[in-house]
């Protein structure tokens, strides 16, 4: 591959009188006129006469031809010379050694293109204009360009969007600008970005100057956020918000778009200086409001299903789209803490309109204001407290049962617990021996020469004490 640039610092032979010399009288070739002078570091041009698989012979008009090893031929950490020159290419090459221990002349292509690739890249950052280069490497973090020099790319500033693979782009050609120069550091960083932001720039305000609000506009999902979806209309993006997805409520963009989706979509709002445009996705799609304001009254009593449950109450739709607010006021005749007392998410029930708003979009429903017979949602309630109690009940003749056994099985060890002793009777025991205690003092006498008192004091100590 011949190279491009060449400049009046190569040197060339001239040509004129001085290729021709008198010698006794005649004129015969001067040979040492046609051959090149030069010094190291000196750029020459020359023509490639032979191609090897380690080596390029260059022809430079020296006295022999210049030698390219095969690292000197590129950037590139490992080249074929074949896919690099051919026989015939005319090439710029930087003189590292006149004459090497063998007596050769050693060129580099590399240096050459090095020196002239910094002093191009060096003008195109001063006057701002882009450079172009082809991808020989995907790294870590982003792309490297054969600028003549290696220049770095990051993956943020391939695209205007993130790119997820980016090896599509290896051999490609890339027109970037020059956001980072260093010399010193031999340190080129390149943005791709920001050449092809400034050709979508003269695009937006061409279609910002065609479209106008109520336009219907197709476009392409270029990415879904947790706040919308960002629509690319062709050289500008515009922004769907969560709240004009659907009529119906949506938790996440995601549930409705996907990237890459193709969408109809209508304009709502155009702001020209900051170039931003709103779109509205519902806004396509028929109003299931507008049947509900025609058709529906109030009073009515609809089927619905409970959507979601808050701590002001509970919403439920009554039509795809169409959700209405049961205050927790209006959930029960009695007082309700918690809308959970008396509804489910998901829930199958009947309610009454009480309210309808057209400007707002607001239906305001109610539970307690059902007659009797509509009211399936307590027959619901009832049957899951139900259940709750055949559990407790199960729950207390398991205990029962169990403690039934372990009873059986202390009794069967003889192991019994002595049972507690009431307040009453530990009371009535005390009380008995302190009357018999000034007896049992006094001595024993037999029972028959007892006093009535004695006797009936020793019949209140037994008694107690059978009680105990």
């Excluded at 970005?193 to 065609?210: K, N, T, W």
């Excluded at 049957?383 to 202390?410: H, Y």
Aim: glycine letters at 8%.
């Amino acid at each position: 591959m011949a190279d491009e640039n060449t400049d009046g610092e190569v040197q060339k032979l001239q040509g004129g009188q001085d290729l021709m010399i008198e010698v006794d009288g005649k004129l015969v070739p001067n040979y040492d006129a046609t051959i090149v002078s030069f010094e190291e570091g000196d750029i020459v041009t020359g023509t490639v006469v032979r191609v090897d698989k380690d080596e390029v012979l260059v022809d430079i008009g020296y006295k022999s031809e210049g030698v390219v090893p095969a690292s000197e031929l590129s950037i590139r950490k490992s080249v074929d010379p074949a896919e690099e020159v051919a026989v015939g290419d005319v090439i710029d090459a930087l003189v590292l050694t006149k004459e090497d221990a063998d007596g050769r002349l050693i060129l580099s292509r590399k240096r050459a293109r090095f020196e002239r690739a910094w002093q191009r890249i060096e003008k195109a950052a001063e006057e701002g204009t882009p450079v172009k280069g082809t991808v020989i490497e995907v790294v870590k973090g982003g792309l490297i360009l054969d600028l003549g020099v290696r220049g770095f790319l990051p993956a943020s500033l391939v695209d205007i969007r993130r790119v997820a693979d980016l090896e599509e782009f290896l051999g490609q050609t890339l027109e970037c600008r020059v956001i980072e120069l260093n010399r010193f550091r031999n340190n080129v960083v390149l943005s791709r970005r920001a050449v092809l932001e400034e050709e979508r720039r003269g695009a937006r305000e061409q279609i910002l100057d065609r479209m106008n609000v109520g336009d219907l506009v197709t476009g392409t999902i270029s990415n879904i956020v947790d706040f919308g979806a960002f629509v690319d209309l062709d050289g500008i993006d515009g922004l769907i918000h969560i709240s004009e997805l659907s009529w119906s409520h949506v938790n996440h963009p995601s549930e409705v778009l996907q990237v890459g989706q193709k969408v109809q979509v209508r304009v709502l709002d155009i702001d020209r200086e900051r170039q931003r445009i709103s779109l509205g996705l519902k806004q396509t799609q028929k109003d299931p409001w507008q049947a509900v304001f025609e058709n529906r009254q109030v009073n009515e009593i609809v089927h619905g299903r409970v959507t979601k449950l808050v701590s002001f109450g509970a919403f439920v739709e009554i039509e795809e789209g169409v959700e209405g607010l049961i205050h927790i006021s209006e959930l029960a005749q009695h007082h309700v803490e918690d809308p959970a007392e008396i509804l489910r998410p998901g829930q199958e029930i009947n309610v009454k309109i009480i309210e309808i708003d057209p400007e707002r979009r607001r239906l305001s429903l109610s539970l307690k204001r059902l007659e009797p017979e509509y009211r399936i949602h307590e027959d619901a309630l009832a049957e899951e407290e139900g259940v709750g109690e055949e559990g407790e009940e199960s729950a207390e003749e398991a205990a029962q049962s169990a403690s039934a056994e372990t009873l059986a099985q202390a009794e069967s060890q003889g192991n019994l617990p002595t049972p507690p002793q009431s307040e009453e009777v530990a009371s009535a025991i005390e009380t008995a021996a302190d009357e018999v205690a000034p007896l049992a003092e006094a001595g024993a006498e037999p029972i028959g020469d007892r006093t009535e008192s004695e006797n009936a004091s020793e019949g209140e100590l037994g008694k107690a004490e059978s009680q105990a």
